[in-house]
């Protein structure tokens, strides 16, 4: 029987063969089957015959926005520094998107980095995403040798067992907590609506740290990114971080030092998130790709429930809503700044 | 407890038009307050970008007030309404991750409030004494030499 | 065409500010100063209130730039012989009495004065304490050079017997042959700005002055309050050299006085003088200090002034309401003893350790002799007549006049009227504006770019405002081992003359390249220090200071160690920061040559006309359906000037003036740009391009409520000052049957709601009450007042109205008067303080004087300019002493009730010097712009366009081709909003960027 994957899939293989063929794109970018069990590799299809590889699952974490910007200039004709720009329609790329990765996609047209003529967004209602973490943690060390995905299921296998194990279990957090999982902005629709998902409090993770005192709070915060080796694989998965210089390697001015160090890292994380602000739409590529298993979506997550409680937007839900750190309201919350009156008060 | 001989170390980051000509009236007007603070003057409190409030920290600020023109009187029209944004969330990320609250402020002083600006000063510097040393985000650079 | 030079007398603040802006305005200025320095009486005072900033401090600047300014010429020791000729056309004749030294070659080293054998009084010092025949007058003096007196110098007496000072100069600059010269100027206009001498108290036998050694003068004590007078700002009482603890000033000594002194006014500026002495006093004392101020009415008319009277009052300062008998001596021990008649008449007696004689101001018995040869009036008072109308016009057409020669008046109002008087003297050269002048030069910029740092650091004591909290040596020494300093070095004044010099020669003999000033603020002296930069042939833009006055010494006068090693940081943090500036280019923006005026009373009517008639082309805007706003409702001024007649003829001019554009029934919606260029739209749509702008949108009277209603609009017999002048104008027949009138004076002023002083309210009530018993002879008038205010020669409309038998009963603010009504028939019920006891009225008529507010538009259009306003919504200007019609914005200027509460003659002065400094704006092709911009790294720039939506200036657009932003540094203001807002740090502040302020911060923990 057809899973709704497999037929989204097929839709995929059809639309990109059909967009390719008529030459309205020059690559059409999507997933591939990785070559580990669990694992969706990003791919560029430019010929017909490469659609044929293109796949959709539940383990399409990568966040494909993250390579759109790159694979749009790779298709300019080269130029030199001086050369005049080029005459006439640049080559398309045709782009996979869920609800997340489309709103990524929006900034990056707000932010200059996408032609929005240059781009065929091809929508797909999320279903959300597994976390390949959760299955492993659920198999204790098992080695998982095959997943096979049913619509509402996995049937995990390995070296003497052969389970089965609920689908929704084993979804990202930020997934369980998407209330917006088919896209904002599309060309073309693939498959079936996901439809509003109802979530009574999204930001509750947010929320717990946040209940926890000061001193909790700067534990929790040390443990938490203590293991950190700085790969910078949450930013080089980020589709919003295309700095050409990120200021970790900035030498002049520099500001933080290079190597492992306590409080570099924690510099390092906490700009990387405030850098997000506003403009992450918790896709989770940054926690996916993480080695350490370092949950550092939670600091960009609660940036996106302060902008929502303080100036009542989400990044990426519309290209003409501007991003809240290049606008402001002369009646903005500001219980942050101190008054003399306040420091009375705190004195009595 | 903190040892009493220790004295804390506050970076100001204040802007040219307002907070850094209510500080010269506190001055004129010989209102007293701690000499703890190390005053940066800048063209504007929009000048101030939290990678700035994070260097001051890790160099070794105990605290850090950043002040500016009360809304709508930004000498930059609106320098200060951005700075707002910025420093809003930014506070808040701070006091997400464990950042005492009282380690980074903000405030707003004008060019005739130099009462205010000196009971501002005499505030933040009491309650940055209160919570003693700063030891989150301080780059230890003598060890690390 | 008329001569396109002035000639100022008088080196006084007024002289110099309107020096200052004719030459700014591009007339060449002959500056002529009696003495041999300039500065006058204001460089002899140690605080100014009511900020108490340091007078030498706020003054030398300006001295400097007056010294150095290329378009003043500057002739000490000189006195105007005479004038002949007439406006645009005259020829005077300046006498030059010999200085003996060559000031060419004197280098002010002081060994002339070291080693003079003959020591005189210190006339400066105001004979407290000994000078040399060979002297400097004060150590910031301009020009610095020395002098040598010929009444007391030996060889000039009797040549051949000392030149002691001859042998010892090394510049050989000491010259006994020395003549006087007589200097024929052709000049266009003249202003004269003669000041005032403090009223001589010896002959008041009462007070004891000449035979008490411990009763002194306000300006005598000022001298020993001042760190660089006889005691170095350590108060001593001149008997014993012991800190007094118990001292009291006695007001009105010489002022208010008509039977002793011959001087009935008031001289307006006392009673805030003695405050602030008080208050100063209070802070040089050692331990206990009680300080008393023995006073008659107390006259807080001005900004800030009644709450600096309440600050007083909390913190310590008796103010006793008397006149003091007698000053007796009360021991062999120096001390003294008060005789004093206190409110109730009864006799009492106090002691004091010393006593200072607030003795008023009077004019120069030179002055007389001048006005005489120049053939100037002069008023009853023997102050320079002037015209209500035209308060710096002399009798004398081309001959103006401003400061306290015309009526003794503060220091913000001289400096106002210099300005106003500035602007006549000007308008009527117009037409030969730069025909004398000479254009600045500065020398070839050295390329210091491929140098490594070479820092000189200066570090100042500024008297003892620094160096009696801060260990300035040791921050001298301190400043000498930081990284790249090459030299360092402390200074007494490093903004006076000679140590500016000294640091255009010290650059360049010692090859720097980056110079730190540690010193009081950059916000008052940079431009100062930049331009000796420029001088020595560096960019002005490397250079920083560190506010190590008002930020330190000033803050932490208790903490000496602690504010040491603070000023050593604030030190280490500019070296830091100055290290990693570069040189900039000078940035100009072309003016446009035309105003706007905000406001279409007699202050935007005023200052659109003075513009105007110079060919600027004004736009008036006034946001009601007439012109004239106040004055559409005063009946005359206090010395009986009909208003509605002047205003009628202004309103005409104003209306048929080809060069003014007026808008009724407008308002501003929106401006933006900067000096020399601003863009205001209107709300009829129009778009104006302007250069400057003027912002006069006037006050209101406040409506009685509350406490202070006193049945106002309840009872048809109450009525304000401006509806009596109503009646007035319109000869209402009324007060013919009048029988008892009552005016309640502050009413809804000086209270907490509005601690202000009305300021017009005394006078305007008093000239109201003479007017109705000049009507009707028979009417008893009654004036219930709190304190009388008719400062200056105002005081002589309350001797008239005393002598028209009119009567006084005060009342405070505990004994508010209560008016009721029974049938109709209003109830006054009032405390006498005199006879203690309650009194009754029961008047046909009871007039209010309201308090004068701001208006709520005065906000929004300083809003729109970026200006500020005070705690109690009056617009504030740049300096309440030095710059009172400046906004700190540049290119926008205030005049009228929207600053402070004034009368009509006070608002035209102002109006004309707001308009004097949009001239030297509107004068100039081009102003000099921001050049500290934002730049963009390409090569880091990702091109998301953030900084475009931050810039309030759309200074930053994006380079589509490149998708890379851009920067317009023509546009760029230089705020650093988009470089916070740079996520990649692709934007910079140049000389302010990350790197700059990163060092700073760093070197605050070293």
């Known amino acids: 029987m057809a899973t709704i994957n497999s037929k989204i899939s097929e839709e995929i293989r059809a639309l990109a063969g059909k967009l390719l063929e008529e030459k309205k794109i020059a690559a059409f970018l999507g997933y591939c089957q990785g070559s580990l069990p669990m694992t969706a590799r990003p791919f560029v299809a430019r010929t017909p015959e490469d659609t044929d590889k293109l796949i959709w699952n539940s383990f399409c974490v990568l966040n494909l926005a993250n390579y759109l910007p790159e694979l749009l200039k790779s298709l300019e004709p080269p130029r030199g520094p001086r050369d005049p720009a080029p005459e006439g329609p640049l080559p398309k790329v045709a782009i996979l998107a869920t609800g997340c990765w489309s709103r990524n996609i929006v900034i990056q047209i707000q932010e200059n980095q996408v032609d929005r003529d240059r781009v065929v967004i091809c929508g797909v209602g999320s279903r959300g995403m597994v976390a390949q973490a959760k299955v492993k943690e659920l198999f204790d060390g098992r080695e998982i040798l095959e997943v096979i995905e049913e619509d509402h299921k996995l049937l995990v296998s390995g070296n003497g067992f052969n389970e089965e194990i609920n689908r929704w279990n084993v979804v990202r957090d930020n997934c369980l907590t998407c209330i917006h999982p088919d896209p904002v902005i599309f060309d073309i629709r693939i498959g079936d609506e996901a439809g509003q998902r109802k979530n009574d409090n999204r930001f509750a993770e947010v929320e717990k740290i946040d209940n926890k005192s000061t001193a909790e709070r700067s534990r929790w915060f040390t443990d938490e990114f203590a293991s950190c080796i700085r790969c910078y694989a949450c930013r080089n998965a980020c589709p919003l971080c295309y700095c050409p210089t990120c200021f970790v390697d900035d030498a002049k001015p520099q500001w933080v030092g290079k190597s492992i160090d306590q409080v570099d890292t924690s510099i390092f994380h906490i700009l990387r998130a405030y850098h997000c602000a506003g403009r992450c739409t918790d896709c989770g590529s940054c926690e996916s790709v993480c080695p350490m298993g370092i949950n550092m979506r939670i600091l960009t997550k609660k940036l996106t429930s302060d902008v929502l409680n303080l100036y009542g937007s989400e990044a990426g839900m519309a290209l003409d809503a501007p991003l809240p750190l290049t606008t402001y309201r002369q009646d903005d919350p500001q219980n942050f700044i101190i008054t003399e009156q306040a420091a009375d008060k705190e004195g009595e | 407890m903190t040892d009493k001989t220790w004295e804390p170390k506050i970076i100001a980051f204040l802007c040219t038009w307002c907070s850094y000509a209510g500080a010269d009236l506190a001055g004129v007007s010989r209102f007293q307050y701690p000499p703890n603070i190390r005053i940066v003057k800048v063209p504007c409190s929009g000048r101030i970008s939290p990678n700035l409030i994070l260097n001051a920290l890790r160099t070794g600020a105990d605290g850090v007030l950043v002040s500016g023109c009360h809304p709508g009187d930004c000498h930059y029209i609106s320098g200060n309404y951005f700075a707002r944004r910025r420093f809003a969330l930014f506070e808040n990320l701070l006091e997400f991750i464990g950042i005492e609250p009282d380690r980074v402020n903000f405030s707003w002083v004008s060019a005739s409030e130099g009462e205010q600006f000196a009971e501002i000063v005499k505030d933040v510097t009491a309650r940055v004494k209160e919570l003693g040393p700063a030891t989150h985000l301080v780059k230890k650079f003598n060890e690390a030499a | 065409m008329p001569k396109g030079s002035v000639l100022v007398v008088g080196g006084g603040i007024a002289g110099v500010q309107a020096a200052l802006d004719l030459a700014d305005s591009g007339f060449l200025v002959h500056l002529v100063e009696k003495t041999t320095a300039i500065g006058g009486r204001m460089s002899q005072l140690d605080k100014t209130f009511p900020t108490n900033d340091c007078s030498a401090c706020i003054l030398s600047p300006k001295l400097v730039e007056c010294g150095r300014h290329l378009n003043i010429n500057l002739l000490t020791l000189s006195d105007l012989v005479s004038l002949e000729g007439e406006p645009g056309n005259f020829k005077a004749v300046v006498h030059q009495r010999p200085r003996y030294v060559d000031p060419t070659k004197c280098i002010a080293c002081g060994l002339c004065a070291e080693k003079c054998p003959k020591k005189v009084d210190n006339e400066y010092n105001l004979g407290i304490g000994k000078r040399k025949a060979a002297y400097l007058s004060f150590p910031q003096a301009v020009p610095l050079k020395y002098a040598i007196d010929p009444d007391n110098c030996i060889w000039l007496k009797k040549p051949g017997r000392c030149g002691a000072c001859a042998k010892v100069c090394p510049a050989g600059a000491i010259n006994f042959d020395d003549k006087a010269v007589d200097h024929e100027l052709e ?657 046909d008529l009871l007039v209010l004087a309201t308090a004068i507010e701001p208006q709520a538009t005065g906000s929004s259009v300083a809003k729109f300019f970026k200006c500020a306003i005070d705690a109690h919504g009056f617009l504030l200007e740049a300096h309440m002493k030095l710059r009172p019609v400046d906004f700190a914005t540049d290119g926008v200027y205030l005049a009228g009730l929207c600053h402070y509460p004034k009368p009509l003659e006070e608002t035209i002065a102002q109006a004309k010097a707001a308009a004097a400094r949009a001239t030297i704006v509107l004068s100039l092709d081009e102003v000099p712009a921001e050049s500290i911009t934002a730049q963009v790294d390409p090569a880091k720039c990702v091109g998301c366009g953030v900084c475009v939506e931050v810039c309030a200036y759309n200074a930053v657009s994006m380079d589509e081709d490149k998708n890379i932003s851009l920067v317009n540094a023509d546009l760029c203001k230089g705020c650093g909003a988009c470089v916070a807002g740079c996520r990649s740090d692709a934007l910079t502040l140049q000389n302010i960027g990350n790197e700059q302020i990163m060092a700073a911060v760093e070197a605050a923990f070293d």
Request: charged share 25%.
């Open chain 3, 187 to 843: 000049v266009g206009s003249v202003v004269l700005a003669l000041g005032f001498s403090p009223y001589d108290p010896s002959e008041l036998d009462f007070t004891g002055y000449g035979r008490l050694a411990n009763v002194i003068t306000t300006m005598e004590f000022e001298r020993y309050l001042s760190p660089s007078g006889p005691c170095m700002g350590h108060m001593e009482r001149p008997s014993d050299g012991k800190e007094p603890k118990r001292v009291a000033w006695l007001q009105c000594v010489g002022s208010r006085d008509i039977n002793r002194s011959c001087h009935p006014y008031c001289s307006s500026v006392c009673c805030m003088f003695a405050i602030k002495q008080a208050v100063i006093a209070k802070e040089h004392a050692h331990g206990e200090f009680a300080p008393s101020i023995f006073f008659m009415d107390m006259r807080t008319h001005g900004k800030g002034f009644e709450e600096y009277y309440n600050r007083a009052r909390e913190n310590g300062v008796s103010f006793h309401r008397a006149r003091v008998h007698s000053i007796l001596p009360a021991d062999d021990e120096g001390n003294l003893r008060l005789r004093y008649v206190n409110e109730q008449g009864g006799i009492e007696f106090a002691e004091f350790d010393m006593v200072i004689l607030s003795t008023g101001l009077e004019v120069d018995k030179n002055t007389i002799k001048l006005a005489e040869r120049l053939n100037l009036e002069l008023d009853e008072d023997n102050f320079i007549k002037t015209d209500v109308f035209n308060p710096v016009a002399t009798s004398r057409p081309g001959v103006f006049v401003c400061g306290a020669v015309a009526e003794p008046k503060d220091i913000p109002q001289s400096v106002m009227e210099a300005s106003a008087a500035a602007l006549e003297a000007g308008s009527i050269l117009a037409p030969a504006r730069w025909s004398a002048t000479a254009v600045k030069e500065y020398p070839l910029e050295r390329d210091i770019h491929a140098e490594p740092p070479r820092i000189g650091v200066f570090v100042c004591h500024c008297g003892i405002n620094i160096a009696s909290v801060v260990d300035v040596k040791a921050v001298t020494e301190y400043a000498r081992t930081l990284p790249d300093v090459v030299f360092s070095q402390d200074n007494l004044f490093t903004c006076s003359q000679d140590t500016i010099d000294q640091m255009v020669n010290t650059i360049k003999e010692q090859n720097l390249n980056r110079v730190v000033v540690s010193s009081c603020s950059p916000r008052t002296h940079e431009p100062l220090f930049q331009e000796t930069l420029r001088d020595a042939g560096l960019n002005k833009y490397v250079f920083e200071m560190a506010n190590i006055r008002d930020q330190d010494s000033w803050v932490h006068k208790n903490e000496p160690e602690a504010a040491t090693v603070k000023a050593m940081d604030l030190t280490r943090m500019a070296v830091a920061r100055v290290r990693g500036e570069e040189a900039l280019p000078y940035h100009t923006v072309k003016v446009d040559k035309s105003a706007v005026v905000i406001g279409g009373g007699i202050g935007g009517m005023t200052a659109a006309l003075s513009l105007a008639e110079q060919n600027f082309p004004v736009t008036l805007v006034e946001k009601s359906a007439q012109l004239g706003g106040n004055a559409n409702n005063l009946f005359r001024t206090w010395q009986d000037d009909k208003v509605q007649p002047y205003l009628a003829e202004t309103i005409a001019k104003v209306n048929n003036h080809p060069r003014i554009d007026v808008q009724l029934s407008c308002e501003i919606t929106e401006a933006g740009g900067s000096v020399g260029k601003f863009t205001t739209t209107l709300s009829n749509g129009q778009n104006l391009q302007h250069g400057v702008a003027v912002v006069a949108v006037g006050g209101k009277a406040y409506s009685p409520e509350g406490d202070w209603q006193f049945l106002y609009g309840q009872n048809d017999k109450v009525h304000t000052l401006l509806e009596i002048d109503r009646m007035l104008i319109d000869e209402s027949e009324d007060f013919k049957a009048t029988g008892q009138a009552v005016f309640i004076h502050c009413v809804g002023s000086r209270i907490p709601e509005r601690p202000w002083c009305s300021r017009v309210c005394c006078t305007h009530a008093i000239d109201q009450a003479v007017k109705l018993k000049e009507m009707n002879p028979d009417m008893d008038i009654f004036m219930l007042y709190r304190d009388i205010r008719t400062y200056g020669q105002r005081e002589r409309l309350y001797q008239k109205a005393r002598a028209l038998g009119i009567i006084f009963v005060r009342y405070d603010l505990d004994h508010i008067p209560a008016v009721s009504e029974d049938s109709g028939q209003l109830i006054i019920k009032t405390h006498d303080p005199i006879v203690d006891a309650e009194i009754t009225l029961q008047p």
